[in-house]
């Protein structure tokens, strides 16, 4: 393990099988350019507070904007001899400018040094997160505009239970990503605070400038706390954690699409540009993308599940067991992000079929409800009451085998004689959907308004 940074008093070189569980830079090399803005903010606080000199600094700044290139353009050579990104960037560094690389770890370590570098990571794959989690939510509410009064039925266990309209069905999901938006929001205030120059674990006796470096990092504030800076990964917790939920959310919208598209339901349909065909079947047409994203769901959870298993047991400060935080979390966040942006193509190319949707509505005495509550408003009679008399109409209606709304008023009277003729008028879909305008209700007109709401809010989001 050639220029470890940590030779001194050991006098053998490491085993082999050691240096092979001890690398991390097959995946931490993605920290690279977090680590080098890193550096830079701590060489310039460490001249500004005369612990290095001004002209070392300039060396050290102009090396590392040197191996920030190197990566960027594919010329950097990286080597498993050299265990971690930190140790790349800092041999690297030697060579170009000499001695005075050795200055810039003074007042710091590898503990601060990685919870920094991955707060930074976490913060901006946050942010990213954010807008495409935006856009999501702008195509739904487009669509969800566009087909306000389309009339669909609204399930419960699967059963038909009563109409709702695909607008209204789509802005659930618009709701639902909100509030993971706020999830990842609250996660990236809470991490946005800086852990560097807390070193190891108790901090240093040189004359830093902690909020100096905290906030040429755009961090809030410096972490108050060494031992807490440097040993725990709850902002990883945190972020994987709304990443779950916001996945489940996105599962069950790819279930539904599943369900929707099949011919069974024949609901939605998708174009050849997110379906997929059969080997042998050539009449197939499978939405594999969203079973991938339901798949994936269980990838994005298996992180966290991860992550809470290496923290669970480790005492402070920090453990090696803490490198095992990264290449998971990489990996979900780029899942994630995957899954979004295939469920966000998926709903521009969705196309409903408003006439089998609107059947489908009429189907399985979906207006029972409405009778029910008709009644209450005609009669005065309690809900409880005027559910038993809607039970029977519907059995009475079944057994005659024909929809809610084609039963005549004699058989309903039959059931019992004070049912007006009035009723008549509010068994249809149609009617049962705009009837339901209390706030939060499925009307058209309250889906048009809330629709055009959250387009003008995501307008903002997106700086559109």
Do not use: C
């Amino acid at each position: 393990m050639a220029n470890r940074m940590w030779g001194g008093v050991f006098g053998l070189a490491p085993d082999e099988i050691l240096e092979e569980i001890n690398a991390s830079i097959d995946f931490d090399r993605k920290l690279y350019a977090e680590d080098i803005a890193g550096s830079k903010a701590h060489a310039a606080m460490l001249a500004k507070q005369g612990i290095i000199s001004a002209q070392d600094a300039r060396k050290i700044a102009r090396g590392l904007d040197t191996i920030l290139s190197e990566i960027k353009h594919g010329k950097f050579k990286f080597s498993r001899a050299l265990e971690d990104i930190h140790t790349h960037v800092e041999a690297r560094l030697k060579q170009l400018i000499g001695p005075a690389a050795g200055r810039l770890h003074t007042a710091r370590s590898r503990n601060d040094q990685v919870a920094t570098d991955f707060k930074l990571y976490v913060r901006n794959a946050i942010d990213a997160i954010d807008q495409s989690l935006a856009a999501l939510q702008q195509a739904l509410a487009k669509k969800a505009v566009k087909h306000a009064a389309a009339v669909m039925p609204g399930f419960t266990h699967l059963q038909t239970a009563q109409p709702v309209t695909f607008g209204h069905h789509l802005l659930a999901y618009v709701e639902m990503l909100a509030r993971d938006r706020g999830r990842f929001a609250d996660a990236r205030k809470r991490l946005n605070e800086s852990p560097l120059g807390a070193a190891a674990l108790a901090g240093t006796s040189f004359p830093i400038d902690r909020h100096h470096t905290a906030k040429a990092l755009g961090f809030e504030r410096p972490a108050a706390n060494s031992l807490d800076a440097v040993s725990d990964r709850d902002f990883v917790l945190e972020t994987l954690s709304a990443a779950s939920i916001a996945a489940v959310h996105l599962s069950r919208l790819a279930e539904e699409i599943v369900v929707w598209a099949s011919p069974s339901f024949g609901l939605v349909k998708l174009s050849d540009r997110f379906t997929t065909g059969s080997s042998i079947m050539p009449q197939k047409r499978n939405p594999d993308a969203a079973e991938l994203i339901r798949a994936k769901t269980g990838r994005i959870i298996g992180a966290l599940m991860q992550m809470l298993v290496v923290m669970k047991g480790l005492p402070l400060a920090y453990s090696k067991d803490m490198q095992e935080d990264k290449e998971s979390t990489f990996d979900a966040l780029k899942t994630f992000s995957l899954v979004v942006s295939a469920m966000t193509g998926m709903v521009k190319d969705l196309e409903p079929n408003t006439a089998r949707m609107k059947a489908a509505a009429s189907e399985g005495y979906s207006t029972a409800t409405d009778l029910a509550d008709h009644l209450v408003q005609k009669l005065g009679i309690p809900f409880r009451e005027t559910h038993e008399i809607s039970g029977k109409i519907v059995a009475r209606a079944a057994k005659a085998g024909v929809p809610l709304d084609k039963l005549t008023l004699k058989d309903m009277q039959a059931v019992d004689a004070r049912i007006p003729k009035s009723v008549l008028g509010v068994l249809s879909v149609d009617h049962s959907v705009e009837s339901r305008r209390s706030y939060g209700g499925t009307a058209p007109k309250n889906v048009r308004r809330e629709a055009e709401k959250w387009l003008k809010r995501l307008g903002k989001d997106l700086g559109k």
